[in-house]
């Protein structure tokens, strides 16, 4: 919660995509704090679901999608937001590069990891 309370004063009227969005409890936090809209995608299946029964927004979707390969226009993204992600995935830097394709020129990228 606290990383999306860090994350809430960069996404005011702002396009985000929360990668490993879990169940979408940031979701809520980010459309309050002024967030245009917010695509989430997690590889599980059933946290997806529960995000998707607890969103109230229009503006908030969420998907089943790979953080390596996002089903987003490229350069269509203004903050990319991964809490506690990279740590686990095989391939950081396709991670990495992905998150630069979909980001625009001028966008911002806001990851955490324990390690």
């Not at 990383?3 to 929360?18: I, S, T």
């Not at 169940?23 to 459309?31: P, Q, S, V």
């Not at 590889?43 to 996002?70: H, M, Y």
Request: aromatic share 6%; charged share 25%.
């Amino acid at each position: 919660v606290g990383r999306y309370n860090c994350a809430a004063e960069r996404v005011r009227g702002r396009v985000v995509v929360d990668a490993a969005c879990g169940t979408g409890y940031g979701a809520k936090r980010l459309m309050e704090q002024g967030a245009r809209s917010v695509s989430g995608f997690d590889l599980s299946s059933e946290a997806v679901e529960a995000a998707r029964q607890q969103n109230t927004w229009p503006e908030v979707t969420f998907e089943v999608g790979d953080v390596t390969k996002l089903p987003v226009a490229s350069a269509s993204i203004d903050v990319y937001l991964s809490f506690e992600t990279i740590e686990h995935l095989p391939d950081d830097q396709a991670y990495l590069a992905e998150a630069r394709r979909v980001l625009k020129a001028d966008g911002c990228l806001i990851c955490s990891t324990p390690n």
